[in-house]
């Protein structure tokens, strides 16, 4: 399996914008993970899709979108036009869940879903055919800076039994010790927001997550 780091820029320097993805892209980042709160889905508000189409113009690297939003099917569009290559998206959100992937395939874009801790990985058993990845969240989504659970373990290992080929991400608490744990249990796709930008050297960070993560 490939391993891939995706920089989180919810804690990047949102005054420099520009300036944190070059780090990203400089880095080696595989993908850039963007993170979308609605203040509904989650107690929180981020960026929306104006945001992602400017830095989609100053960056080549792949754009992962994290859409912890209560409906994302009405904004599928919005985000695909905005630069969106992989579109994440919850089991627990409002919209129907088969027909928000649909769209997002109909519109060329990669489709993934997303569970939160305490959702049982079963609930994406269902739509893997369709998936490009699957999203097993490793902190509670909303807040960037929380504390790695190890509990959620035991979903991606199952996930990685029946699943041997497919991309499966982590998100929440990744730093260069954490990412041992989540690759050993079988994730290949590493969010990471403060490991990387809090970081001295976020380049370095990058490429010490990837050697960590094998
Ligand atoms: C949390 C977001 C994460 C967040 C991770 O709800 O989905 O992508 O940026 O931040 P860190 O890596 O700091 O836990
Ligand atoms: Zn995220």
Redesign the pocket.
Known sequence: MDIKISP?M??SDYANLQTELEKCEKGGADLI?L?V?DGHF?P?ISIGAPVIAAMKKVCKVPFDV?L?ISDPLFYIEDFVKAGADIITFHTECDSDINATIDKIISLGCKAALAVKPNTPIEDVFPYLDKLSMVLV?T????????S?MESTMPKIKLLREKCPNLDIQV?????TDTVKIAGRAGANVF??????FKSDNPAQTIQMLKENAR
Do not use: R, T
């Open positions: 989180s919810l804690a993970h993170d709160m989650v929180n994290h912890m969240m902190v509670e989504p909303g807040f960037g800076g929380q790695f998100d929440g608490g990744i730093n969010v990471a927001g403060s490991a990387v």
